[in-house]
C-alpha cells in the first residue's frame, strides 16, 4: 500500500507541485485570517500604538467575507474569459495591496481597505482554485490535492497566530507579503488547464499541457477524451446555459454547493477563529495563556487537515462530511455548556479543559466540513457550468461568512454565548442530515463518471415518484 502511494506521488509529481505552488497562496490568505485574532486584541486594548473601538473591530473582522463577495463575481468573470489558471494568477494582486496597506496602517481606515482588499482575493481563490486542480488533476488523488491547497490556509492562519504575540504589524506584512511574492514567482511558470486549452482549440497547447501534467498518459487518447467531454456539455449562447443549468443533475449539483458552502460557513468558522483569543479569556481559562490556547488548537486543525488529504480520496467525501460535522456539533454543545456552567457559578478553573477541548473538536471540521465543499465544486459541474459554479459557491460562501462574522458580536450581547453556540449546533445537525441523504460520494471517479453518476441518481429519484 505504501509503496503504491509513493509510486502514484512519484508518476503525478507535476500535479503535486501545483498544488505545492497554490498552497503557497493558500498560506498567504490564511496569514490574512490569523492576523485577525492577535491584533483585534491588540489594537482593542489600551496600550494599541491606535485604538480601533469594539464597533471599528467588528468591521475589520466582517469586512474580510464583505470583500468576498466581489472576488467571488470578479474570479467567475476571469475563470469564464480567462482560464482558471490566469484567473489564479490575478487573484494574489489584491493581496499584495491589501498587505501595503497593512503595512502602513495609522487608522482603522487603512485596516478597512487592507481586509477589504483581501476578502477580494479570497473571494477570487475560492471561485477559481477548484476548477483549476480540478482539471488538470487524476481521479485519485483529485481530493487530496484540493485538501492540501485547503490545509494551506490553517497552516497560515496558525504561522499569524505565532508570529502575532511576538512582533508588530507592520513585520507582519512584510513577512506575509514576501510570502506572496514567492507565490507570483513559482505559479505562473505552470502550464493551464487542458480542459481550458482545448475549449480555446489550442490542440497543440494542450497537449503539451497532458505531457507535463500525466507524464504516463497516452496523449493522444486523453485529448480525445477531453476533447468528447469539453464537446459534450459545451454550449455557446446564455439561453442554452440557463437550459444546461436547469437539468435535474445540475440543480441538484448547485443545491449540494450552495449548502455546503453555507453550512461551512455558519458552523462558526470565521466566527471562532477570528474571536478565539477573546473567546479563550471570555471562558475564563487561565492554566493556558489565550494567544498560547489559539496556537495550539490551529496547530492541532493543520494535523487535521493533513489526515483529510491522506483520508478524502480512501474514506470518500460524505464519510468526512458527516464525521466533521457530527464533531463541531458535539464541540458547540460543549462550548455552550462550559458557558451555562461559568452563568451558574461553577469555579472556573475546574472548567478550563471543557472550553479547550470544545475547541479541538471545534477545528474538526478541517477533515470535512472545510475540503470536502471545495473538491465538489471541482468534480460535480460540466465544463461550460464551473465558471457559474465558482461563482455561485464563492458568492455563497461570502454572503454567509459576513453574516455569521458581522452577527457573532450582536448575537453574542443578544442571547449571550451559550444560546449562539447551540444555535452553530442545530445548524451543524441539519449539515450531517444533508450530507447523508443527499451528497453524492464522488471517490474515485472521473468527471465525466460523476456527470453519468448525478444523471443516474435522478433517473432513479424520477423512477421511485
Request: hydrophobic content about 50%; overall charge positive.
Amino acid at each position: 500500500m505504501l509503496r503504491r502511494t509513493v509510486q502514484t506521488t512519484f508518476d503525478l509529481w507535476p500535479q503535486w507541485l501545483a498544488g505545492l505552488s497554490v498552497t503557497i497562496l493558500a498560506v498567504s490568505i490564511g496569514l490574512v485570517a490569523g492576523w485577525t485574532s492577535p491584533y483585534l486584541a491588540k489594537f482593542t486594548s489600551e496600550e494599541s500604538s491606535f485604538r480601533v473601538t469594539e464597533s471599528q473591530a467588528s468591521w475589520v473582522a466582517s469586512l474580510l467575507p464583505l470583500g468576498r463577495l466581489l472576488g467571488a463575481v470578479c474570479g467567475s468573470l476571469a475563470v469564464e474569459y480567462l482560464g482558471s489558471k490566469i484567473s489564479l494568477v490575478l487573484t494574489g494582486l489584491p493581496l499584495i495591496i491589501g498587505w501595503v496597506c497593512e503595512i502602513f496602517a495609522t487608522s482603522a481606515i487603512w485596516l478597512y481597505i487592507y481586509r477589504l482588499l483581501s476578502g477580494v482575493s479570497m473571494g477570487m481563490f475560492f471561485a477559481c482554485f477548484p476548477i483549476f486542480l480540478g482539471e488538470i488533476s487524476a481521479a485519485n488523488i483529485r481530493g487530496a490535492l484540493v485538501g492540501l491547497v485547503i490545509n494551506g490556509m490553517p497552516i497560515g492562519t496558525l504561522i499569524g497566530n505565532i508570529m502575532g504575540p511576538q512582533m508588530s504589524s507592520k513585520m507582519f506584512g512584510i513577512i506575509s507579503l514576501l510570502v506572496t511574492l514567492l507565490y507570483f514567482l513559482t505559479f505562473p511558470c505552470l502550464p493551464k488547464s487542458p480542459y481550458y486549452l482545448i475549449r480555446r482549440q489550442s490542440m497543440d497547447k494542450a497537449a503539451d499541457a497532458i505531457r507535463f501534467y500525466h507524464r504516463k498518459s497516452n496523449v493522444s487518447e486523453e485529448l480525445g477524451a477531453i476533447e468528447e467531454f469539453v464537446n459534450e456539455t459545451d454550449v455557446v449562447t446564455v439561453r442554452d446555459r440557463i437550459r444546461l443549468m436547469t437539468e435535474p443533475k445540475n440543480r441538484r449539483a448547485f443545491l449540494i454547493i450552495m449548502a455546503l458552502f453555507a453550512f461551512m460557513q455558519l458552523s462558526g468558522l470565521n466566527s471562532l477563529i477570528f474571536y478565539m483569543e477573546i473567546i479563550v479569556r471570555n471562558a475564563k481559562v487561565t492554566c493556558i495563556a489565550p494567544s498560547t490556547v489559539v496556537v495550539i488548537v490551529g496547530a492541532i486543525g493543520i494535523i487535521y487537515g493533513w489526515i483529510a488529504i491522506y483520508a478524502i480520496d480512501r474514506l470518500g467525501r460524505r464519510f468526512l462530511l458527516i464525521f466533521s460535522s457530527t464533531c463541531v456539533t458535539v464541540g458547540f454543545i460543549m462550548l455552550g455548556l462550559h458557558f451555562l456552567l461559568l452563568e451558574h457559578n461553577f469555579d472556573p478553573k475546574a472548567l478550563q479543559p471543557l472550553p479547550i477541548a470544545s475547541l479541538i473538536l471545534f477545528m474538526m471540521l478541517c477533515i470535512g466540513l472545510v475540503p470536502v465543499p471545495s473538491t465538489l465544486l471541482a468534480e460535480l459541474f460540466p465544463v461550460t457550468l464551473k465558471s457559474i459554479a465558482g461563482f455561485v459557491g464563492s458568492i455563497t460562501s461570502a454572503l454567509c461568512a459576513f453574516l455569521s462574522s458581522k452577527t457573532y458580536q450582536p448575537l453574542v450581547n443578544l442571547m449571550t454565548e451559550k444560546y449562539l453556540y447551540w444555535m452553530y449546533a442545530c445548524i451543524m445537525s441539519c449539515c450531517i442530515c444533508f450530507s447523508l441523504f443527499y451528497v453524492p460520494e464522488t471517490k474515485g471517479k472521473t468527471l465525466k463518471e460523476i456527470q453519468d453518476l448525478l444523471e443516474g441518481v435522478n433517473r432513479e429519484e424520477l423512477q421511485s415518484r
